[in-house]
């Protein structure tokens, strides 16, 4: 038996062949091997080879494991109820070496599970609700209020260049208008087309955590990979509590990095950029600093798009942020 990524098995041929050797299973062998030689597939491929009736004899206990392991696939439960030897891998026919053999495939469901499983190693995420972490295009509901800013973000991924984009997208508007929502269709969609790796994160939390590791090896890890993930989402800018520190040494880093390697990050704010540049300017302890707050908001304005997104509350159904 041959698999097609070399996976180690017990081959099923051994198991089988005891099997045959059972008088129990002797008495029932004709019926069974009618079966076997019924089996629509089994018909093709023999006539497709001219197989003798020495070579099917030979390789009965063969076509025994495809003519079973075919039969599951025809009844197929679904990928997490698969019954096949290696569950999502689909049977095939092969002569090799003038014998008849068996490999395995992946089957669509399981070759969509895997690809699954990759865009979700592109796109990670730091303290964002998982129910919107799997967002698509197609689940977004286009409402007049929001059809701007869906246009805008479906424009975004579609043009995208990996390597070459070096503007990003802000959205901004009132709570659970879905503002994040579509930024992870974005991301979504930038993986599983364009293999592109990106991060969100939630703002308020992500600033939180780095003043709690200060001093840690953890830190350095975290603010560098946000620095050079290819693409960054800080999803509810303006939500932080704003200290000079995570202002200048925190963000502001982040974002001279990003800017100076031409390295898109993407936003989404309750504040317009004259909001949240107010924000920005205001600490507790050292008041106002319009200078500063202006300096990171450069890095802002002319590496972004700004778009309103307006509509409904949608975080009350529990939908979409």
Same mark, same amino acid.
């Given at each position: 038996?041959?698999? *097609?990524?070399?996976?180690?098995?017990?081959?099923?041929?051994?198991?089988?062949? *005891?099997?045959?050797?059972?008088?129990?299973?002797?008495?029932?062998?004709?019926?069974?091997?009618?079966?076997?030689?019924?089996?629509?597939?089994?018909?093709?491929?023999?006539?497709?080879?001219?197989?003798?009736?020495?070579?099917?004899?030979?390789?009965?206990?063969?076509?025994?494991?495809?003519?079973?392991?075919?039969?599951?696939?025809?009844?197929?439960?679904?990928?997490?109820?698969?019954?096949?030897?290696?569950?999502?891998?689909?049977?095939?026919?092969?002569?090799?070496?003038?014998?008849?053999?068996?490999?395995?495939?992946?089957?669509?469901?399981? *070759?969509?599970?895997?690809?699954?499983?990759?865009?979700?190693?592109?796109?990670?995420?730091?303290? &964002?609700?998982?129910?919107?972490?799997?967002?698509?295009?197609?689940?977004?509901?286009?409402?007049?209020?929001?059809?701007?800013? &869906?246009?805008?973000?479906?424009?975004?991924?579609?043009?995208?260049?990996?390597?070459?984009?070096?503007?990003?997208?802000?959205?901004?508007?009132?709570?659970?208008?879905?503002?994040?929502?579509?930024?992870?269709? &974005?991301?979504?969609?930038?993986?599983?087309?364009?293999?592109?790796?990106?991060?969100?994160?939630?703002?308020?939390?992500?600033?939180?955590?780095?003043?709690?590791?200060?001093?840690?090896?953890?830190?350095?890890?975290?603010?560098?990979?946000?620095?050079?993930?290819?693409?960054?989402?800080?999803?509810?800018?303006?939500?932080?509590?704003?200290?000079?520190? &995570?202002?200048?040494?925190?963000?502001?880093?982040?974002?001279?990095?990003?800017?100076?390697?031409?390295?898109?990050?993407?936003?989404?704010?309750?504040?317009?950029?004259?909001?949240?540049?107010?924000?920005?300017?205001?600490?507790?302890?050292?008041?106002?600093?319009?200078?500063?707050?202006?300096?990171?908001? *450069?890095?802002?304005?002319?590496?972004?798009?700004?778009?309103?997104?307006?509509?409904?509350?949608?975080?009350?159904?529990?939908?979409?942020?």
């Amino acid at each position: 038996m041959s698999f *097609e990524e070399g996976d180690n098995m017990e081959p099923i041929q051994d198991t089988l062949s *005891e099997m045959m050797k059972k008088a129990q299973f002797q008495t029932t062998f004709p019926k069974i091997k009618a079966e076997i030689l019924a089996n629509p597939g089994i018909q093709k491929f023999l006539h497709k080879i001219s197989a003798t009736d020495e070579l099917i004899e030979r390789s009965l206990a063969k076509l025994y494991e495809f003519h079973q392991q075919h039969s599951n696939c025809v009844k197929c439960p679904g990928l997490d109820k698969c019954t096949n030897v290696m569950p999502g891998y689909s049977p095939e026919l092969i002569l090799s070496h003038g014998t008849i053999d068996v490999t395995y495939h992946r089957c669509p469901l399981k *070759e969509k599970y895997d690809e699954e499983q990759k865009q979700r190693q592109l796109f990670e995420s730091l303290y &964002i609700p998982k129910e919107v972490l799997n967002a698509r295009f197609s689940q977004l509901d286009i409402d007049p209020e929001r059809f701007e800013a &869906i246009q805008l973000a479906e424009k975004y991924a579609r043009e995208f260049e990996p390597g070459k984009t070096k503007h990003g997208l802000y959205f901004y508007g009132d709570f659970g208008v879905g503002k994040t929502f579509i930024m992870c269709a &974005i991301a979504n969609e930038l993986a599983l087309r364009k293999k592109v790796k990106s991060m969100i994160v939630y703002t308020p939390d992500f600033f939180r955590e780095l003043k709690h590791s200060i001093g840690q090896d953890m830190f350095y890890e975290k603010l560098n990979y946000i620095k050079t993930v290819p693409l960054l989402i800080l999803d509810d800018i303006g939500s932080e509590t704003i200290t000079t520190w &995570i202002r200048d040494d925190v963000l502001g880093a982040i974002l001279q990095y990003r800017m100076m390697e031409g390295l898109p990050t993407l936003y989404t704010s309750n504040y317009d950029y004259d909001g949240l540049e107010d924000h920005l300017a205001y600490s507790e302890k050292s008041g106002t600093e319009l200078l500063k707050a202006k300096r990171i908001m *450069e890095r802002i304005r002319h590496y972004t798009i700004p778009q309103y997104v307006g509509g409904e509350n949608r975080r009350k159904n529990f939908i979409q942020k």
